[in-house]
């Protein structure tokens, strides 16, 4: 309990400042938490026996957010990268996927084994794509909005929102309303009763982000002691209404969804948690699993049904 709170205590904050605040540190957070979970991800398989191209694998997501980054962001010291090249990975993944695909193949004809090819480039390809290219959605939501910073910590509050909302009311009347569980072989502690609950949780924190925002900004600028003169732009997210519902909906959905995908997983694997590095919370993917089906979840929100 201890560790939690430690990790809590120290962690948050921190994340609070990087969205708001991080340029740099962003990129750096987001290259983290993706080799990281990659890391993890291709673990969990090996240690089973499954053969993957992890070192591919890990160069290929990890040069993914970086190539994206310089390709978004022309404000920053590296913008003489911001090259064709990197505007074909952003907007046309295909592009960058037949890459992979391409590298792939050409190390097993390099190899003398023959059984398990196709495996090996199925597991390598689908951990690119599971983490990388998912969890790097995060890029997209900061830097082509106006107020993408704020739009990432709003998307992060309602993963929380969600997971604690779900996780209150799943132990107060899980069960006794639906009888049936809502994945009892995957996931046997989740209740249809605390996924209703995370989105109506995530439903009223939409209608008052504005203000939630405002007390975190300000908490955010108290802790700014790297930079003496904290300032951060006001813009209101204003999701009120039908579209809050609309968000309410497919991210609470989508959430449960990426923890269950997560869940399949390692169950398949015959493991409990895919890391050990966050004190008693597992691994980061345990973490992030939600994230990584949210975040595409509020970018396609953002651009095609709120700016459309």
Request: charged share 15%; net charge positive; with cysteine.
């Amino acid at each position: 309990m201890l560790s939690r709170l430690f990790i809590i205590l120290l962690f948050v904050p921190l994340l609070l400042w990087i969205f708001l605040k991080g340029d740099i540190l962003f990129l750096l957070f987001t290259v983290v938490i993706i080799g990281v979970s990659l890391y993890e991800f291709y673990k969990m398989l090996k240690e089973k026996g499954y053969e993957v191209a992890s070192r591919i694998g890990m160069g290929l997501g990890l040069f993914l957010p970086v190539a994206i980054y310089f390709q978004e962001n022309s404000k920053n010291i590296f913008s003489v990268f911001r090259l064709a090249f990197f505007k074909q990975i952003n907007y046309d993944m295909g592009g960058f996927i037949v890459f992979a695909l391409m590298l792939l193949s050409i190390r097993q004809i390099l190899k003398e084994k023959i059984n398990g090819a196709m495996a090996e480039i199925s597991y390598t390809l689908f951990g690119i794509i599971y983490v990388a290219y998912l969890f790097s959605y995060i890029l997209l939501i900061k830097y082509e909005f106006p107020n993408g910073n704020v739009l990432v910590l709003m998307t992060f509050i309602l993963i929380w929102a969600c997971d604690i909302s779900a996780y209150l009311v799943g132990k107060a009347i899980g069960g006794k309303i639906f009888k049936r569980r809502l994945s009892p072989k995957i996931s046997p502690n989740k209740s249809i009763e605390g996924a209703i609950a995370g989105i109506v949780g995530v439903f009223i924190v939409i209608l008052f982000f504005d203000q939630i925002y405002l007390l975190i900004a300000n908490f955010v600028c108290g802790i700014s002691f790297i930079s003496k003169n904290c300032s951060l732009t006001y813009l209101k997210v204003g999701i009120k209404g039908v579209h809050a519902l609309i968000l309410a909906l497919g991210l609470g959905v989508f959430a449960e969804l990426g923890d269950l995908v997560e869940s399949k997983i390692k169950r398949e694997l015959g493991i409990k948690d895919s890391g050990n590095i966050l004190l008693g919370h597992g691994g980061f993917l345990d973490r992030f699993d939600s994230a990584l089906f949210v975040l595409p979840v509020v970018y396609y929100f953002m651009k095609y049904v709120v700016h459309m």
